[in-house]
């Protein structure tokens, strides 16, 4: 035991008179080794994220002429089922009835539709709860019912009862002409 | 792993190899003379069930995967494919899908075992926590493996699986654009859970190597919980109990063919025989029979983040279980009052997974009378999953920490030979040793 100690001692001393370019090594080598894993793990993560080509796929065109007054066309839009809903002027009568009502995620009906379309209500037809397809017309505010686990939506598209904490999300698309959007 | 070994190479060339690569001293170390507790019953079978189903899986799953097609257009035909015209695609499609559920039963009876007899405690936390990370490796892998046949109910499972995860704050929706590959469940997806649920398994196989070196550092936990104190304790693994686990693994067998063969499609869903459509939701989602009980957890709870945390909980509990329990006798052969409150949560889970298969407002009597709290009914499967729910966590963290403090426990036998030699008819305690010679 004594001898390990002696022998190292000198040993140390030895390479004491130049500790810089050892630890220059040892550290060089660190850094490139953390440099190499954190360069290397962004690209690792962000592939799983939306490719080009799904990018690219985003946005669709809808011609309006298809929805007949108090009906609704389900378009499939980035993998998600779409409702473009013609709502008839009673429906939009309860929608803005609803806005006084004590809502949960308070939105007026308003502000889920374009200015001077009040008709057109355009809504990604999931369900914010667990993304079930809630279903036409159901439900007792006329708007939609979730099978799932019971989510009730007005004709506004708000939730008004049910697990689901949000109102259908209104995705971002604008009016091309009278009778043409342009969803994404 | 034992530490003692007792192999003695014979020929040249296993002393060759010994000195070079000892393979054929761990072999008789871990499976041929390591030293068994004597009084092992059939409970303590279903690790090597475990072992066994694990293997038909990967087996079985890289068969499939040289006829499947993990694409949207694709994969709901080739599957249907498999079981009609790839030549024993039926077969070996059945033994994957019913194999599965068999997986998990026996794993259940595993886990519940290890409840029962204290298994868990000092000094095998880590061969516990090891466990209980294939477990949860294993509800990974048969989440993702449910999707691949992309049926209604494989595509909306996953999509309210995924959706789970956007529950989370800030954080939620981005994870979840992420998980998919896109704006929604699709080929992107259909594709990463095809590669991760072929990853899994070889995970979940490198787990149970650590598990089964957890398990051989202090040996088998026994029926009576106590330590082997001497040799006479034990016998060597095989002939005993191979023979004895080859014995169950056969009734076990018995049990997987009846599925495979006569109810090939009595624990899947019938909506999954409908190819997906991603704009009809089936009227109700349900997973996989294993998975229930979880499920009813996270539909007893009103707010979405909150069911989610729940649900979370009831698997994290179960990881800290050792640090809970405050009682030093394992087994509950011991603890009358104890053994009470496990069969009440046995019987908790069953009823848990009863209420995860049904619709959360549909009547749990079938009885006219309503049982009306506020606007509550409380006769409705919600309600029941509540109660249920509630015990679930109490039995972990009220009545397991104070019952170890509060109970008195029957009284311990000394060894584990003490309880059989108390017997008239018990023969020496060295002759136990013996018979294995023959063999």
Known sequence: MADT?????????????????RDFIHIATGVAAAGIVGGLAWPFIDQMNPAGDTLALASIEFD????????????????????VRNRTAKEIQEAIKGDGADLRDPATDESRHKAGKAQWLIL????????????????????????????????????????????????????????????? | MSGHS???????????????????????????????????????????????????????????AMHYVPHVDMAFNSVQRIKRDVNFGWLIQGMHANGASMFFLAVYVHIFRNLYYGSYKAPREVLWLLGCVIYLLMIGTAFFGYVL???????????????????LPVVGHSITTWLWGGFAVDDPTLNRFFSLHYLLPFMIAGVVALHIWALHVPGNNNPTGVNVTSASDTVPFHPYYTVKDGFAISVF?????????????????????????????????????????????LRAVPNKLMGVIAMGGAIASIFVLPWLDTSKVRSMRYRPTMRLYYFIFVLDCIVLGFCGAHSPDDPVFPISVSLQL?????????????????????????????????????????????PVLSHPAATPAGAAASPEKRG
Not at chain 2, 32 to 51: D, Q, R, V
């Open chain 1, 5 to 21: 100690v002696a022998g190292a001692s000198p040993d140390h001393h030895v390479s004491g008179d130049d500790p810089n370019r």
């Open chain 1, 64 to 83: 309006l002429g298809k929805v007949v007054e108090g009906q609704q066309v389900v378009v499939k839009w980035r993998g998600k089922p779409l409702f």
């Open chain 1, 124 to 184: 990604v037809g999931t369900c914010t709860h667990l993304g079930c397809v809630p279903t036409f017309g159901g439900g007792e505010y006329g708007g939609w019912f979730c099978p799932c686990h019971g989510s009730v939506y007005d004709t506004s598209g708000r939730i008004r009862k049910g697990p689901a904490p949000k109102n259908l999300e209104v995705p971002d698309y604008s009016f091309l002409s009278d009778t043409k959007v342009k969803v994404g």
């Open chain 2, 6 to 64: 007792t192999y003695e190479p014979k020929s040249g060339l296993e002393k060759w190899l010994d000195s070079r690569l000892p393979i054929l001293r761990f072999t008789n170390d871990t499976i041929i003379t390591f030293p068994t507790p004597k009084n092992l019953n059939y409970w303590w079978t279903f690790g090597g069930i475990l072992a066994l189903m694990l293997g038909i899986q990967i087996v079985s799953g890289i068969v499939l």
């Open chain 2, 149 to 167: 046949p992309w049926g209604q109910m494989s595509f909306h499972g996953a999509v309210v699986i995924t959706n789970l995860i956007g529950a």
């Open chain 2, 253 to 297: 067998l018995i049990l997987y063919a009846t599925f495979v063969f006569y109810l090939p499609d009595a624990l899947g869903d019938a909506a999954n025989y409908i190819k997906a459509n991603p704009l009809v939701t089936p009227q109700h989602i349900v997973p996989e029979w294993y998975l229930l009980p979880f499920y009813a957890i």
């Open chain 2, 374 to 418: 506020l606007d509550a009914n409380l006769n409705s499967f919600v309600w029941l999953s509540r109660i249920a729910a509630l015990f679930y966590f109490v039995y972990f963290w009220v009545i397991t920490p104070l019952m170890g403090l509060t109970e008195t426990p029957l009284p311990v036998p000394e060894t584990i030979s003490s």
